[in-house]
């Protein structure tokens, strides 16, 4: 098992700027890909950032440049620094881990942390 715990979210105007963190603990080796989604009020969550083990990164369109994932593997901890923050940035931040143990794939998510932009 692999219990997520995020924070740092809250809010902020538009143009500023936001870290959050995501520290996993329980069985943190076999973590493979740690990232972030979101979901903002009536629409489906959305992948925003995501880093494997090994340092490869996939950005949303929507904040490629802006957004900034990293990882520390020794804490188990994977952060997002968000830059140029934006009204429609504002949704529920959920951190994920991604286990895969022959050939099963098994997704863990965190309880997720209000990120609010303001115009």
């Known amino acids: 098992q692999v219990q997520l715990v995020e924070s740092g979210g809250g809010l902020v105007q538009a143009g500023g700027s936001l870290e959050l963190s995501c520290a996993a603990s329980g069985r943190t080796g076999s973590v493979n890909d740690m990232g972030w989604y979101r979901q903002a009020p009536g629409k489906q969550r959305e992948l925003v950032a995501t880093?494997?083990?090994?340092?490869?990164?996939i950005y949303a369109d929507s904040v490629k440049g802006r957004f900034f994932i990293s990882r520390d593997n020794v804490k188990s901890t994977v952060y997002l620094q968000m830059n140029s923050l934006k009204p429609e940035d504002t949704a529920v931040y959920y951190c994920i881990g991604v286990v895969i143990v022959l050939a099963t794939t098994r997704n863990y998510w965190g309880q997720g942390t209000q990120v609010t932009v303001s115009s």
């Open positions: 880093m494997s083990r090994g340092g490869n990164t």
